[in-house]
């Protein structure tokens, strides 16, 4: 896995062009995510012990939008039954190519494709760590009600995203918080604010009850919210 630090917005650029998770990313990912997604190092390995826990000795868990395959490695860290499948799924090249050369463990597989092509039929848990806010937001829906449809039928959903407040001023004061916890981390502002101009059209983010409403009308018949860290928060759903 690449140690390299994250300076993708270090310099200033004449024009931002909307982000993608090409090879210059994924050459500094963990590193970015690290100190860019409050929580990270806790959701990750969190929702990789709840995915193992809940799939048991012989099960099918799939990790969308796995990126370099943190959360696929987290599962597998805490079930070490040789029956358990775990399939990782993201439309990089360079992600998937990552997340193959950082995982030998054979239970493992990585797809290329968009989730929303994939078939999850009989998939214990589906875990989406921080992808849904890529997606339009039109084909969200859709999306959780083809997870709820293809899920077994003691099938779990995680997932992690980031999201807003309804009220404003807590609203600002998570966001806030969060760029004064990245400065922190050793981002500039104008990395800051290059990344984030970057990624003004290219990831939106919805409310806690945008997210609870959403699962329900897709199908899911209960939900909670186990983790909130500022304006990152992460959901377990029940089929
Ligand atoms: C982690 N879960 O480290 N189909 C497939 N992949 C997609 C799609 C799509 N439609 N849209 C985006 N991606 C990871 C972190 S990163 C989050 C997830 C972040 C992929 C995209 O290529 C990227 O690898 C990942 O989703 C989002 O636990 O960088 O903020």
Redesign the pocket.
Known sequence: MSNSSDDVYRHRQDQIVDFV?NQA?VDV?PD??RR??PG?ET??PMTGLIAARHTGAKGLVF?????????TQAVLAHNSSADLRIIG????QA?IEGAQANNQDTRAQFVL????DVDLTGANVV?????L???PSHHRKRMLQKIHRELANDGLLII?E?ICHESPSIHDLYDETHLAWKKANGYSELEISQKRSALENV?QVDTEATHTQRLHSAGFSRSSQWYQCMNWASFLAWK
């Open positions: 998770f990313v990912f970015m995510i860019s997604v990270y959701v990750i990790d969308l939008g796995c990126s370099l395959g943190a959360t799924v993201d439309n990089a992600m494709s968009d989730i929303q875990v989406l760590n921080f992808v806010q890529f997606l992690s980031k990831m």
